[in-house]
């Protein structure tokens, strides 16, 4: 079975950047995508960014311009500029697997931003 392992999370001051990766462990099927997303205390999880295959990107319409979203095989990386209070979130990676028709989660890795 697939598995994925975040890093990169951590406290950072209103303004700073942080880059999360997440690495999928090697498997024979091929990842149809990889994204981000994130929960805060007392909403749902959302979308952050996701990223296809052929390399097309989307992001949440509160991300864009500040956070992008890279792909090297199959690690996934979100680098995060200009961060906010509001970002502060748990982040989970996420890859699909068409193949096979699966989804998989990473375990999750807090970003706090505060000052």
């Known amino acids: 079975q697939v598995q994925l392992m975040e890093s990169g999370g951590g406290l950072v001051q209103p303004g700073g950047s942080l880059r999360l990766s997440c690495a999928a462990s090697a498997s024979i099927f091929s990842i149809n995508i990889m994204g981000w997303y994130r929960e805060a205390p007392g909403k749902q999880r959302e979308l952050v960014a996701g990223?296809?295959?052929?390399?097309v990107t989307n992001y949440s319409d509160s991300v864009k311009g500040r956070f992008t979203i890279s792909r090297e095989k199959n690690t996934v990386y979100l680098q995060m500029n200009s961060l906010k209070p509001d970002d502060t979130a748990v982040y989970y990676c996420?890859?699909?697997?068409?193949?096979?028709?699966?989804?998989?989660w990473g375990q999750g890795t807090q970003v706090t931003v505060s000052s």
């Open positions: 990223i296809v295959s052929n390399g």
């Open positions: 996420r890859v699909y697997i068409g193949a096979i028709a699966a989804v998989y």
